[in-house]
């Protein structure tokens, strides 16, 4: 079998857990390979300074050598300065981690998609995360051929009710109805708005249930848990 070798290629790391007794299995996204699996040997040995850095939501450049399904790390160095992403945005993170570890296949390349994830990751640490994180659901799903119908010719002042096989359908307001601005905003992507954001919120979240197959996301309920656990604080 012939032994690809990739050096010094942005990535990021999707999560890291560990593999026989000194090792890591590593799940990491890249701009122009996808996502990949790989296994960095040694990285939990106790002189490893590479545990360090396969750290998710931080820029790196990766370099392995892949032959199969499972590549082998061979190098590994920052990429630029860590993101300063503290707090709750540390669980927007690897909620979009999440979403790229159960929707995308391995080596199967999205460099639009990465640009998108690393621009992200950089609005999860300066600016509007909620804004950020309605965008890249958007796109996720647009990159993976299953994009929302939002056609020219919605009126603002409309409700619709969004069919999966038809897009949004004009109707009387209800509690399953989107106003057409907020559709509109969405479809620009600017979601300057609460309410855009939130409307946005609940049709993409449905989008990406219909994607999961039954799977669940781990990483929202994760942060419901920390929410309750620091309100009963």
Same mark, same amino acid.
């Given at each position: =079998?012939?032994?690809?070798?990739?050096?010094? $290629?942005?990535? !990021?790391? &999707? %999560?890291? +857990?560990?593999? %026989?007794?000194?090792?890591?299995?590593?799940?990491?996204?890249?701009?122009?390979?996808?996502?990949?699996?790989?296994?960095?040997?040694?990285?939990?040995?106790?002189?490893?300074?590479?545990?360090?850095?396969?750290?998710?939501?931080?820029?790196?450049?990766?370099?392995?050598?892949?032959?199969? *399904?499972?590549?082998?790390?061979? @190098?590994?160095?920052?990429?630029?300065?860590?993101?300063?992403?503290?707090?709750?945005?540390?669980? !927007?993170?690897?909620?979009?981690?999440?979403?790229? &570890?159960?929707?995308?296949?391995?080596?199967?390349?999205?460099?639009?998609?990465?640009?998108?994830? #690393?621009?992200?990751?950089?609005?999860?640490?300066?600016?509007?995360a909620e804004r950020a994180l309605r965008i890249f659901e958007k796109r996720l799903l647009d990159e993976l051929g299953y994009g929302l119908q939002l056609p020219d010719d919605l009126e603002p002042e409309l409700h619709y009710q !969004?069919?999966? #096989? $038809?897009?949004?359908?004009?109707?009387?307001?209800?509690?399953?109805?989107?106003?057409? @601005?907020?559709?509109?905003?969405?479809?620009?992507?600017?979601?300057?708005?609460? *309410?855009?954001?939130?409307?946005?919120? +609940?049709?993409?979240?449905?989008?990406?249930? %219909?994607?999961?197959?039954?799977?669940?996301?781990?990483?929202?309920? =994760?942060?419901?848990?920390?929410?309750?656990?620091?309100?009963v604080k």
């Open positions: =079998m012939t032994r690809a070798r990739v050096q010094l $290629e942005p990535g !990021y790391i &999707l %999560n890291a +857990r560990p593999y %026989n007794d000194t090792s890591l299995l590593v799940e990491a996204f890249t701009r122009e390979h996808g996502r990949i699996g790989f296994v960095a040997r040694g990285a939990r040995g106790p002189k490893s300074k590479t545990r360090a850095l396969l750290q998710p939501l931080q820029p790196l450049l990766l370099s392995w050598t892949q032959s199969g *399904e499972l590549g082998g790390l061979t @190098a590994v160095e920052a990429a630029g300065p860590s993101l300063p992403i503290s707090g709750e945005r540390v669980f !927007y993170g690897w909620y979009v981690n999440e979403l790229i &570890l159960k929707l995308l296949q391995r080596q199967d390349p999205h460099p639009s998609l990465f640009e998108t994830y #690393a621009l992200t990751l950089t609005q999860l640490a300066d600016s509007d !969004y069919d999966w #096989a $038809e897009g949004p359908i004009p109707t009387v307001q209800g509690p399953s109805t989107f106003l057409g @601005a907020h559709l509109i905003a969405l479809a620009q992507e600017t979601l300057d708005s609460s *309410e855009a954001q939130s409307h946005a919120r +609940r049709l993409l979240k449905a989008a990406i249930q %219909n994607q999961l197959g039954g799977k669940t996301l781990e990483t929202p309920v =994760m942060l419901r848990q920390l929410r309750s656990s620091l309100r």
